[in-house]
């Protein structure tokens, strides 16, 4: 009884390191999504996918590229990480548009 | 695009008290609404959803939202809070410009006291 599992939990990078954050669902979901939480700005939508082999901008998605190359997984990637990127990740994903989203514990990424 | 206010970044309630979070949203498109709750170091729970039909929407742990149209707005209500209600309160819409976007509010903490 998994649903969304975000891989690692925690991180911390040195500025102008890269990383891939991963995210697993198991619940045949078509559409998956990733956000950042920051302190008072609530969750912004960086990138999302409507289906494998599918991706699409979100409201903040300079600095981060991701892939979609199987239904269940989501990686989304930071080529060159900057102190801005502090935050904390959120995946979630939904069997269709429109309808409730479920999401993962977080990925909690320090950049120093 | 649309934007999503909670006007309330904190909310201090005393146990057994009613509550009220407030959400306005700025587009008045054909909308789609939730609330969703966020406990410390968790991820988002959905509380409740309003997608068409009755503009009272009652959700888990006996809380219940209205849709308002002509206020762009979608309140969140409880009766009487208990001291587990203690967490983070957002609300998200996605709208007829893009139905595959959500646009979640700043959120709202709500603190049950004894």
């Known amino acids: 009884n998994a649903g969304v599992t975000q891989t690692p939990k925690f991180r911390v990078l040195k500025t102008g390191q890269s990383m891939t954050l991963l995210c697993a669902q198991d619940?045949?979901?078509?559409?998956m999504y990733w956000y950042r939480q920051d302190p008072g700005m609530g969750l912004r939508l960086i990138h999302y996918?409507?289906?494998?082999?599918?991706?699409a901008k979100g409201e903040v998605p300079d600095g981060y590229n991701v892939s979609r190359l199987k239904k269940q997984n989501f990686l989304l990637g930071l080529e060159s990480a900057a102190p801005s990127q502090t935050s904390v990740y959120f995946c979630?994903?939904?069997?269709?548009?429109?309808?409730?989203?479920?999401f993962g514990d977080g990925t909690r990424l320090s950049i120093l | 695009a649309q934007s999503v206010t909670q006007l309330d970044s904190q909310v201090p309630v005393f146990e057994e008290a009613p509550v009220e979070l407030r959400c306005n949203y700025s587009?008045?498109?054909?909308?789609?609404l939730f609330w969703y709750v966020q406990y410390p170091n968790q991820g988002l729970q959905l509380l409740l959803k309003?997608?068409?039909?009755?503009?009272l929407v009652k959700g888990i742990n006996g809380f219940e939202a209205e849709f308002n149209k002509s206020q762009t707005s979608f309140h969140l209500r409880k009766p009487s809070v208990h001291i587990s209600d203690t967490a983070e309160y957002f609300c998200a819409v996605s709208d007829s410009g893009n139905f595959n976007k959500f646009y979640f509010g700043s959120g709202t903490k709500l603190n049950v006291k004894p």
């Open positions: 979630a994903s939904s069997p269709f548009s429109n309808q409730p989203q479920h």
């Open positions: 309003y997608l068409s039909g009755s503009t």
């Open positions: 587009s008045s498109v054909s909308v789609y």
């Open positions: 996918s409507v289906g494998e082999g599918t991706t």
């Open positions: 619940m045949n979901h078509e559409y």
